[in-house]
């Protein structure tokens, strides 16, 4: 039998837990959740309107729900498979936390409670944009909005279902393969979408069978079926609910998250960063910003790493200089090329300090020239020169990254 005070309500399946009643029964309770022209208006101290709904099913039955497969793009822009649940009762859609990961997505702050019968509850943890669409398709896609739950439901369907030959469905494309195969639910798709999911199509079954619906993605297989497997004794208890915040207490929420602090509260340290950007700080001729590094006692003993770094480098010189066969090589190859790159090998020659040629001109024309004879020279005796470095921008835009090009300014500072 079925009572009913009402609609029947928004749903989000719970909880799938054993009970001892032979008697199958439907009881419906709706609270509405927006109030008429007539009503008094809601208030932030009115509890949130609450739709639930409860259903018990006898032994040896079950009932499927329309469970489909669909595609969701994931932060790279690629299409996943997940498990959907289609519930036109549901105000609306929901992805479970698993899922959300998988898919990469980032989601936006969001908390709203969804509470249970005898006002169990939970909270959701955010919001995310997703775009579906049936598998194998390229149209349509929906945009939406789903609410973030560690779990949306039990598994479904609670226990394998033998298949059977159902002469009434055999010929038609399922939009889930695994409909008797328990498996969780990685979204819900809300009565948003429920009308532009449905198509024409309908497919009724007879007593014990189940019904199928024509959808967008396929097949979707629902009602109350008879299963052998089923044991005489168990029975299943399901119960959906949603709730929501009324509109006035969901904006005053967003303004007490959104809202600042009339005075707001720095540690002393803070304070003593901020008094020393306000006194040093300073730009040059250039437009650059100049500021003192804050510490907290004092400025530290850094060492005297400038002597530790003259004597590596008076090191390095020293062995360099040693090396006489490439101090020679370098002056043969300058001495060879002079007629065929003239400008070239008189920097080589004369502007060459241990391997590094340090040396300028007058024009950006002139140092792009000399810089590729330069190049083109030393490549005659197999070396590259790479770790460039200019105070012109454009001397280093043409040459390779793998040249270690290096930005130099020669202003006063």
């Given at each position: 039998h079925v009572e009913s005070s009402g609609n029947v309500a928004p749903s989000d399946s719970q909880a799938n837990i054993p009970i001892s009643s032979q008697k199958a029964?439907?009881?419906?309770?709706?609270?509405?959740?927006?109030?008429?022209?007539?009503?008094?208006?809601?208030?932030?101290?009115?509890?949130?309107?609450?739709?639930?709904?409860?259903s018990t099913?006898?032994?040896?039955?079950?009932v499927l729900l329309s469970t489909c497969i669909i595609e969701v793009r994931d932060y790279l822009g690629?299409?996943?498979?997940?498990?959907a649940l289609l519930d036109s009762a549901s105000q609306a859609c929901f992805i479970s936390e698993p899922c959300l990961k998988r898919l990469g997505l980032s989601r936006r702050r969001s908390s709203a409670p969804v509470l249970g019968?005898?006002?169990?509850?939970?909270s959701t943890n955010g919001l995310v944009h997703c775009i579906i669409k049936p598998v194998g398709l390229t149209e349509p896609c929906f945009s939406i909005e789903a609410l973030v739950l560690p779990k949306l439901c039990a598994d479904?369907?609670?226990?394998?279902?033998?298949?059977?030959?159902?002469?009434?469905?055999?010929?038609?494309?399922?939009?889930?393969?695994?409909?008797?195969?328990?498996?969780?639910?990685?979204?819900?798709?809300?009565?948003e979408l429920y009308p532009h999911i449905l198509k024409s199509g309908r497919i009724c079954g007879a007593e014990g069978q189940p019904s199928a619906l024509d959808t967008i993605f396929g097949w979707v297989l629902l009602g109350k079926i008879h299963d052998?497997?089923?044991?005489?004794?168990?029975?299943?208890?399901?119960?959906c609910c949603t709730s929501t915040f009324p509109l006035e207490a969901a904006l005053?929420?967003?303004?007490?998250?959104?809202?600042?602090?009339?005075?707001?509260?720095?540690?002393?340290?803070?304070?003593?960063?901020?008094?020393?950007?306000?006194?040093?700080?300073?730009?040059?001729?250039?437009?650059?910003?100049i500021v003192s590094l804050p510490f907290r006692q004092g400025e530290p003993d850094l060492g005297d790493t400038y002597t530790s770094t003259l004597r590596r480098f008076l090191s390095l010189e020293s062995r360099l200089s040693k090396n006489t066969s490439f101090n020679s090589y370098?002056?043969?190859?300058?001495?060879?090329?002079?007629?065929?790159?003239?400008?070239?090998?008189?920097l080589l020659l004369n502007d060459t300090y241990v391997d590094d040629v340090v040396s300028g001109a007058s024009s950006l024309t002139s140092a792009i020239s000399l810089r590729d004879d330069l190049i083109k020279l030393l490549r005659l005796g197999g070396f590259e020169l790479r770790k460039w470095a200019s105070n012109s921008p454009q001397f280093l835009s043409s040459l390779p990254e793998s040249a270690g090009q290096g930005s130099l300014s020669f202003d006063k500072r």
């Open positions: 029964n439907v009881r419906t309770q709706h609270i509405p959740v927006s109030s008429s022209s007539n009503s008094e208006p809601i208030t932030t101290s009115t509890p949130p309107p609450l739709n639930a709904m409860t099913y006898r032994s040896q039955t079950t690629n299409y996943q498979l997940i498990r019968l005898n006002h169990s509850s939970s479904m369907p609670s226990i394998q279902i033998d298949k059977i030959n159902w002469p009434h469905i055999s010929n038609i494309k399922l939009a889930d393969n695994s409909f008797n195969k328990p498996g969780p639910i990685d979204m819900l798709i809300g009565a052998t497997s089923v044991s005489e004794n168990s029975n299943s208890l399901v119960t005053m929420k967003f303004w007490e998250l959104e809202s600042v602090a009339s005075k707001i509260h720095i540690s002393p340290e803070d304070e003593q960063c901020e008094e020393l950007f306000k006194e040093t700080l300073s730009r040059d001729n250039t437009g650059r910003f370098i002056k043969r190859i300058g001495n060879l090329e002079s007629q065929t790159y003239p400008e070239a090998s008189r």
